[in-house]
């Protein structure tokens, strides 16, 4: 079954405010990969993080791997409407289990 | 350059119809292959990967199946279509290990009536 969790599955924010989610998994992950999902489309590659506590930016988003290697977060700073959609967490190797997403909802 | 294709993009079927959806995926050989769906509003539930040609694993039990027939090719596929069925069909592919990307289909969007 599912082993990897996220939180929050909704959040809704005023554009320019901050947005946080965070994956969690049950065991140690060899590495974490998200993705974004736009309204009506389908999911599209992010970033992976391998390393335990690494941290990688990409512009106004920020994605860290914890020093157990057992969670992960996605933060954007200052949000903005293209922002709108559903990001993911995946890992579990072959299988790539992904988590059950956190819909980002944008008020402008 | 890689591509995946999946289709239709677009379905309504009736309860208790049989089900074929196809994805085939080109420029790559040997990929590790996915099926998901996406109740609306939901996350990813992973139905069936496949690893190999005839390899298939599944995730979920229920009244869905997978083939593997050829080496890019992956179908899922139903005999009798229940109203739970509903919902977002994926097909992704990445290359044979555990550390690289994943590229999705366009989806096909199933409507059980």
């Known amino acids: 079954g599912q082993q990897v969790m996220q939180i929050p599955q909704y959040q809704h924010v005023q554009e320019g405010e901050d947005f946080t989610t965070y994956c969690n998994s049950s065991t140690t992950l060899s590495n974490i990969q998200w993705y974004k999902q736009r309204p009506g489309g389908h999911p599209v590659f992010l970033i992976q993080l391998v390393k335990s506590g690494e941290v990688k930016k990409q512009k106004r988003l920020t994605f860290q791997f914890g020093e157990a290697k057992k969670n992960s977060s996605l933060h954007i700073t200052a949000t903005q409407t293209t922002d709108v959609g559903t990001y993911f967490c995946?890992?579990?190797?072959?299988?790539?289990?992904f988590g059950q997403g956190t819909r980002l909802t944008i008020n402008p | 350059s890689q591509t995946i294709h999946q289709w239709p993009a677009t379905l309504v079927q009736p309860v208790g119809s049989p089900l074929s959806l196809e994805c085939t995926v080109e420029?790559?050989?040997?990929?590790?292959l996915y099926w998901y769906r996406q109740a609306a509003g939901r996350g990813l539930q992973l139905l069936f990967y496949s690893v190999g040609i005839g390899q298939i694993s599944s995730e979920v039990p229920q009244n869905l199946s997978a083939s593997r027939p050829q080496d890019r090719q992956f179908i899922l596929s139903s005999k009798k279509l229940l109203l739970s069925d509903s919902g977002f069909y994926l097909c992704?592919?990445?290359?044979?290990?555990?550390?690289?990307?994943?590229?999705f289909g366009q989806g096909t969007r199933l409507t059980v009536v």
């Open positions: 995946a890992g579990r190797a072959q299988k790539l289990v």
């Open positions: 992704a592919w990445r290359a044979g290990t555990s550390t690289t990307e994943a590229f």
């Open positions: 420029g790559t050989s040997n990929p590790n």
